[in-house]
């Protein structure tokens, strides 16, 4: 069964700065998609950034990229410039190509951003 | 506001009630999600709906819970004989099967507690 693992339970960077939140995964598969999810306090959770599995480049949402590594199963998400808004739980997911069905999510990180 | 809305926010209910929650996915998705999340993990997949037709059930769907999407269109997840355990935050996501990533949009969430 496909896994998903955030060791970080909480982070903090200070407002400008850059972090890097940590997740890996286990699949046997080779076509897969993965996501990184953001949770606001008391509001919806939002797609913050995707990847395909067959994609070798990383993908970029503005101050969000990932740093996709096949081979060792690891999905990094890199927030620069960190703004107070960023504040909130990331979640990180997996999803298998074939099935088009649900996501498997970590347990979260908890982003904290200070002033 | 993703779109998606859930009704209601929050419920309180006594063990051995039985509740049913709503969700409203955007109009033109056609498959329909719900999710379990409890405190300190993230969200854990229940079932899953393509159009009317139920794809998919998850083995945390025990027999007291049964959900429907009569029509394709909004659903309800209904907890029978309510136990302490289903305390959670039930969240509803949407998604459309056309395109690569098929991104699953999430509504705000039901919190239930169970006393």
């Known amino acids: 069964a496909q896994t998903v693992t955030q060791s970080q339970p909480e982070m903090s960077v200070q407002e400008a700065e850059t972090v890097t939140l940590s997740c890996t995964y286990d699949?046997?598969?080779?076509?897969?998609?993965l996501f990184w999810y953001k949770q606001p306090p008391s509001r919806q959770m939002i797609l913050v950034i995707r990847?395909?599995?067959?994609?070798?480049q990383n993908a970029t949402e503005n101050r969000f990229s990932v740093n996709f590594q096949k081979a060792a199963k690891s999905f990094s998400l890199k927030i620069s410039d960190s703004q107070l808004g960023d504040a909130a739980m990331y979640f990180c997911?997996?999803?298998?190509?074939?099935?088009?069905?649900?996501?498997?999510f970590g347990k979260g990180t908890k982003l904290s951003v200070k002033p | 506001d993703t779109g998606v809305s859930q009704d209601p926010r929050h419920k309180i209910t006594k063990r051995g009630q039985n509740v049913t929650f709503r969700c409203d996915p955007i109009?033109?998705?056609?498959?329909l999600y719900w999710y379990r999340q409890t405190l300190g993990q993230g969200p854990e997949f229940l079932t899953y709906?393509?159009?009317?037709?139920?794809?998919?059930k998850s083995r945390l769907l025990s027999d007291r819970f049964s959900a429907e999407r009569p029509k394709g269109s909004f659903s309800t997840l209904e907890i029978q004989r309510t136990e302490q355990g289903d305390s959670a935050m039930y969240l509803c996501?949407?998604?459309?099967?056309?395109?690569?990533?098929?991104?699953?949009?999430f509504g705000p969430g039901t919190r239930l507690t169970v006393l």
């Open positions: 699949t046997s598969e080779s076509d897969y998609y």
């Open positions: 109009s033109e998705h056609n498959r």
């Open positions: 709906f393509q159009n009317e037709a139920q794809l998919e």
């Open positions: 990847q395909e599995a067959y994609k070798q």
């Open positions: 997911a997996y999803r298998d190509g074939g099935s088009q069905g649900n996501l498997i």
């Open positions: 996501a949407s998604s459309l099967t056309q395109g690569t990533y098929n991104e699953q949009f």
